[in-house]
Each structure stands twice: as structure tokens, then as C-alpha cells.
């Protein structure tokens, strides 16, 4: 890849958050008390808190690609999520027919906020902005807030740590073992699916 970005730009902080990651992920009550299992919120991914990921993060200054791992105090899952460098912003592809539009917006140098373009129809039935900011070297902290029918339900907070600069290959914690692709198929919801495709 030679092409070069500006500091703050999306595609540098992209740049700076590839490789694999170790997040240690919590969930919180609005107020910030603990939140045990989001299953009843309406997560996207329910289960019980604190857990772990493992996170594989690949931009090639163009296409992105991202995979969260459960590897501990959830069961074993997989999910892909990728998208495209367009015109400075990452445009993910479609989570599910009728999904809102996702993107990726700059907040200045080592710091990305994922969310919806637009309050649409799709953004009222689910959404979950996250924002992203590398903290220091090797290490970044990603929280979001769920938002299922309009409300707020519950926050969450992921402390990471990256392991590795590259994510070529399945790291040895992978729950899923070491051979095979790292990414799996891009993950499609059906929630949305009552809008339409999107």
C-alpha cells in the first residue's frame, strides 16, 4: 500500500487499529452500575458480562474488515463486519435487509465514531454507535451505547490491547483453533427485514 493519509483522517486511525486485539469487554446500567446479562436490553450479541474478544482489524487504505471472537465468559462466536473507504469515510456494507446505512467518521487523530448517517426508520428499531479512541501504542478503549425502539438500554465499555500488528492468521486463543480464514461470512441481522432492504 503506498498511499499515505492525513493525521485524523478515518483511513489513518484505520491504519493504526489493525492487527488482532484482546478486548476485555464490561456492560453497564445507564447510571454506570454493573450490568450482569444484556440479553433482556435487547443486545445485538447477548450474554453475560465481563467477557472476552478477540478482535481482528484489517484495512488495506480501501477495504476494512473486522471480526469479534468470544473466547471467555461467553460462549464461542463469530462475527464479521466490513466495509469500504468511500470519498474519506468508511461505508459499511449492509448489516441486513433494511438495515440503516453505518459509517465511519473522524473526531480528530485516533478517534472513530461508527454510527448511523441518518435517524433513519432502521436506526429507531436497533442502533449502537460506537466510538473508538486509541489511548496510547498498542492499546484503544471502544464504547457504545444500545439503542433498541428509540430508547437507551445500556452501555457498554471494551479495554483493549493488540496483540499482534497483523491478523493473517487465527491467534492462538482463537476458540475456533488456529486453521482457517480469520474473518468469517459478513454478518447479516434480520431485525430490520419488516423495512425492507436497505
Given at each position: ?33 454493573p450490568l450482569n446479562d444484556d440479553t433482556a436490553a435487547g443486545s445485538g450479541t447477548p450474554g453475560l458480562s465481563p467477557f472476552d474478544n478477540l478482535v481482528y482489524i484489517d484495512f488495506d487504505g480501501e477495504h476494512f474488515a473486522i471480526t469479534n471472537v468470544h473466547f471467555r465468559g461467553r460462549p464461542m462466536a463469530a462475527k464479521t463486519f466490513t466495509g469500504k473507504l468511500i470519498n ?111
Amino acid at each position: 500500500m503506498d498511499r499515505e493519509f492525513a493525521i485524523g483522517s478515518v483511513a489513518h486511525t484505520l491504519l493504526q487499529l489493525r492487527g488482532t486485539w484482546h478486548d476485555s469487554v464490561e456492560l453497564f446500567e445507564l447510571d454506570g452500575s454493573p450490568l450482569n446479562d444484556d440479553t433482556a436490553a435487547g443486545s445485538g450479541t447477548p450474554g453475560l458480562s465481563p467477557f472476552d474478544n478477540l478482535v481482528y482489524i484489517d484495512f488495506d487504505g480501501e477495504h476494512f474488515a473486522i471480526t469479534n471472537v468470544h473466547f471467555r465468559g461467553r460462549p464461542m462466536a463469530a462475527k464479521t463486519f466490513t466495509g469500504k473507504l468511500i470519498n474519506g469515510i468508511l461505508v459499511f456494507d449492509p448489516m441486513g435487509p433494511g438495515s440503516y446505512k453505518n459509517i465511519g467518521m473522524s473526531g480528530g487523530p485516533g478517534v472513530l465514531t461508527f454510527s448511523s448517517e441518518s435517524l433513519d426508520q432502521a436506526a429507531g428499531v436497533y442502533m449502537e454507535p460506537d466510538f473508538i479512541m486509541i489511548t496510547a501504542p498498542g492499546q484503544r478503549t471502544r464504547h457504545t451505547v444500545l439503542y433498541r425502539n428509540g430508547q437507551a438500554k445500556r452501555t457498554l465499555t471494551a479495554k483493549g490491547v493488540r496483540l499482534s500488528p497483523s491478523c493473517d492468521t487465527r491467534h492462538p486463543l482463537d476458540p475456533r483453533g488456529l486453521e482457517g480464514p480469520v474473518h468469517e461470512e459478513r454478518f447479516q441481522a434480520k431485525i430490520w427485514e419488516h423495512l425492507g432492504e436497505g
